[in-house]
Each structure stands twice: as C-alpha cells, then as structure tokens.
C-alpha cells in the first residue's frame, strides 16, 4: 500500500511530465498563479494581462501619482516570489499551500512596501490603497506667499538693498524710491572679495551714505537679508574694515528703519547687485536702469510676485 506522501510525489513528477515547468506555466498559466492574478487585479482595481512578465507590469498607469506606482510595482513582484515560495512548498517539502494563505501573504508584503513608499497620492487612490491596508501619503500643497513692495509713508524715502557674489566676486546694489514709488536714485557696487555678508552691509552703508549726500532725513532700509538687518541691533556684527563708516552714518542724525523683505519683493536691489559686477568702483544712477522696467513697474502697481516655500 503506497504512503500517502509517496503517492504525492508520484502525482507531482507525473504532473510535471505533463506540464513542462515553464516559468510562463509557473507564474502566469497555471490555476493557482491564475487565480491569484485575478485576486490581485480586485485589489488594484486594474486588468492583469497574463500574456508575459513585461505585460504584468502594464497594469502601472503611465502617468499615476508615486505612492500608487510604488505600490502597484511591489505588488506585482511579491505575487511573483509568493507563487515561487508556494511552489517550493509544494516540490520540496510536500505542502500544500492554499490561494488565500498565499493572498494573505501577498498583501502583507505589499502593505509594508507601501508604508515605507517615500512616494504621495490624491483622494482618488485611496480605495486602492485601504483595500491593501496601506495608509495614504497625501501630497501636501504648500503655501503660497504673495510678496508684495510697499511704499514708505510720505516724508520717509525707501531704499531695497541687496549683495550678490559671482565667481567668487562680491557686489551689492540699492534702489531709492519715495511713497508715490517714484525712482529717486539708485546705485551698483563692485567690492571684490567673496563674502556675501559684506556684501549685504555694504549695501546698507552706501545706502545711508547716499541719504545724507542728497539731503534726506528719513530712511527705510529695507533687505533680504536678516543676518544683515540684526546688525542694527547688534553692531558687533559688523565686519571690522567697515565699522568705521558704520560709525559715521549712525552719528549723523539720519533717523533709520530697517526690516526684512523676502527677495520675491526685493528683485529690483537684486538687478542692481548684479550690475555691481559689470562697475569698477561705485556707480550711481539717476535714471533707471532699463534692466528694472518691469520689475520696478510690478512694484509701483503693487503687483506680487509669488513665493514658494
């Protein structure tokens, strides 16, 4: 009387007589692989093509968001290394494995890959996803930063300062405007070296020395530099070789604001910073660049531009 273990193992050699153990026939053809396949195109919601491995991978919409691609991909490669796992169960050690152990397992590999997916989705994947148990990666909107100049109350004169550095040469710019917006001045600089916070300072230095040379009493310093703005609070912070000016400008009875701008706001003292670069010493402009025309025409209409951070 034949074992019954004996008997299974008669059945599988006499079943892979018959069938050729393709992989194609493995993976693809064969009932248990098929029913799997079918199980799984439920749970993504998508049409499984058994015509070849390549074909599987169809089932990845060319344009998807990535936590679903990431998940759609590791899907198809655990169903593979599972059919392969229960088909060694099978040959080696006479167990047979069952199509909803199998499935269990399966989504149990798809839900941890899905978890770790440094990839997002949008509110339409998230059926797809909770049918395999995996939380969903909403992509976040980030805020949107309208940044807008302001002109200075009347009496007060504005002035945008900015630095700039290009192959290791540092330059800084300025531009003057009153409370209508009107271009009252504006200059570039070209200062060697390649520090941008010098750059920054200098800028703030020019700036209040070209107020006092053209008479005005009251200025609005205005940058996109915080570190450069601290220094009004904390003077220490002035590099040594510029403290001397830094002196000289606080001590004449200019009465100084100073704030902080996003550069979104400040593309008109960026445009001078960079025609800093083409000058070589101190240049000061009466009339305005016509670089600045539609950067200082948004500004004058308060038009924003837009920051994304």
Not at 53 to 81: G, K, W
Not at 166 to 175: F, K, V
Not at 211 to 222: G, H, K, V, Y
Request: glycine fraction near 6%.
């Amino acid at each position: 009387m034949w074992h019954k273990k004996t008997l299974l193992y008669i059945y599988i050699i006499d079943f892979f007589e018959w069938h050729a153990e393709s992989s194609t026939h493995l993976f693809l053809e064969c009932d248990f692989a098929r029913n799997i396949w079918i199980w799984l195109g439920l749970k993504l919601q998508r049409s499984m093509s058994l015509v070849s491995f390549a074909a599987l991978l169809e089932c990845v919409p060319q344009r998807c968001n990535s936590q679903i691609r990431d998940v759609m991909v590791a899907a198809v490669l655990h169903t593979v290394y599972s059919i392969w796992l229960a088909r060694n169960a099978l040959r080696f050690n006479s167990a047979k494995v069952s199509i909803h152990a199998t499935s269990a397992k399966i989504c149990s590999f798809i839900s941890m890959s899905g978890t770790i997916s440094k990839g997002h989705c949008v509110v339409s994947d998230v059926d797809i996803l909770n049918n395999l148990f995996i939380t969903p990666i909403h992509i976040r909107i980030r805020d949107i930063i309208p940044v807008v100049w302001k002109a200075p109350t009347f009496t007060w004169v504005e002035a945008n300062t900015d630095g700039s550095v290009r192959n290791t040469m540092a330059s800084c710019g300025g531009i003057f405007r009153d409370y209508r917006g009107t271009f009252l001045g504006g200059f570039a600089s070209n200062i060697g070296g390649d520090s941008i916070f010098d750059a920054e300072i200098l800028g703030l230095i020019l700036a209040m020395e070209f107020t006092i040379s053209n008479n005005w009493t009251r200025l609005w310093l205005e940058t996109d530099s915080t570190s450069a703005v601290q220094a009004f609070h904390k003077p220490s912070l002035i590099p040594i070789i510029f403290r001397n000016r830094w002196h000289n400008c606080t001590h004449r009875g200019l009465m100084v604001i100073s704030s902080h701008i996003f550069r979104e706001g400040n593309y008109c003292a960026d445009g001078l910073a960079d025609m800093g670069h083409a000058v070589t010493d101190t240049s000061w402009f009466t009339t305005l660049p016509p670089l600045l025309l539609a950067d200082f025409a948004r500004d004058r209409n308060g038009l924003p531009n837009y920051r994304f951070p």
